[in-house]
């Protein structure tokens, strides 16, 4: 745990050292901002345009950070070398696999808490109402972007950044439309198509399970059960792809 945790604390302070990290922050701030305005240029309804454009705003700029700082986890080292330097100490590629995700989700983590704090204010000063729906919408959000950098991390490891980013932001659109294709296919008459989209369902992760902005914002009850299920299929998702990640990570050949 020591070697993770120092591994951990390195990532999280190469990461706060990227200039790109703060311009997603920023424009992610500029959006929350934004929101404000454009909720004046409606009659109605205000409060609710600007939470959603505040949350959606957060979520996507959350979901890119998650991408550009994963696809680049394991090159990056590579790059620079540090990789030779680290592995030939007392520290296990799952360690050093484990300590890099863990970094990089704190970070992300951290990245969340400032746009959170800015969306909280926004909407206090725009009266708009805060809730129970919100504080879930936003844990949810940080279960997705972990899960992202899950992925993000298992393609880091077996190909290239520019790969690994195509890889991921494909798999990031399709688990945001595996619950719509499934809803789809099931109006379908052709049997083949209702089973092809129940398994696209069951064999990517339904990121859109994770999305409750629409609760938030409209002040719907979120069932427990469903949260639960939420939070599990999020943490099932993390560890399957971080256990892929290891094993190939394991058998790469960084000569």
């Known amino acids: 745990m020591r070697q993770i945790?120092?591994?951990?604390?390195?990532?999280?302070?190469?990461?706060?050292?990227?200039?790109?990290l703060y311009i997603l922050v920023f424009f992610s701030l500029v959006m929350i901002g934004t929101s404000a305005l454009l909720a004046t240029l409606s009659y109605v309804e205000?409060?609710?345009?600007?939470?959603?454009?505040?949350?959606?705003?957060?979520?996507?700029?959350?979901?890119?950070?998650?991408?550009?700082?994963?696809?680049?986890l394991i090159h990056r080292e590579l790059e620079r070398r540090t990789i030779y330097t680290i592995l030939s100490k007392p520290v296990t590629r799952t360690q050093f696999l484990a300590g890099k995700y863990l970094g990089l989700?704190?970070?992300?983590?951290?990245?969340?808490?400032?746009?959170t704090l800015a969306f909280v204010c926004v909407s206090l000063a725009a009266e708009a109402p805060l809730g129970r729906g919100h504080v879930i919408a936003f844990a949810l959000v940080a279960v997705e972007l972990?899960?992202?950098?899950?992925?993000?991390?298992?393609?880091?490891?077996?190909a290239t950044p520019f790969l690994a980013a195509c890889y991921s932001v494909g798999l990031y659109l399709v688990g945001h439309?595996?619950?719509?294709?499934?809803?789809?296919?099931?109006?379908?008459?052709?049997?083949?198509?209702?089973?092809?989209?129940?398994w696209i369902h069951r064999l990517f992760p339904d990121l859109s399970g994770l999305n409750r902005v629409i609760e938030a914002v409209h002040g719907l009850p979120i069932p427990a059960?469903?949260?639960?299920?939420?939070?599990?299929?999020?943490?099932?998702?993390?560890?399957?792809?971080?256990?892929?990640?290891?094993?190939?990570?394991?058998?790469?050949?960084?000569?």
């Open 225 to 255: 059960p469903e949260i639960g299920f939420a939070l599990l299929m999020g943490v099932a998702w993390c560890v399957g792809f971080l256990l892929v990640a290891v094993v190939v990570f394991e058998r790469r050949d960084f000569r």
């Open 5 to 20: 945790r120092a591994i951990a604390v390195n990532t999280v302070r190469d990461a706060v050292r990227n200039k790109v």
């Open 146 to 158: 972990a899960l992202v950098v899950a992925f993000a991390t298992l393609f880091s490891s077996l």
């Open 46 to 72: 205000r409060e609710r345009i600007l939470q959603d454009v505040g949350l959606s705003a957060i979520r996507f700029f959350g979901a890119a950070i998650a991408i550009f700082m994963g696809v680049g």
């Open 177 to 198: 439309l595996t619950r719509d294709l499934r809803a789809i296919g099931a109006t379908s008459d052709s049997e083949a198509v209702r089973e092809a989209t129940i």
């Open 105 to 115: 989700v704190a970070t992300l983590w951290l990245q969340l808490a400032v746009m």
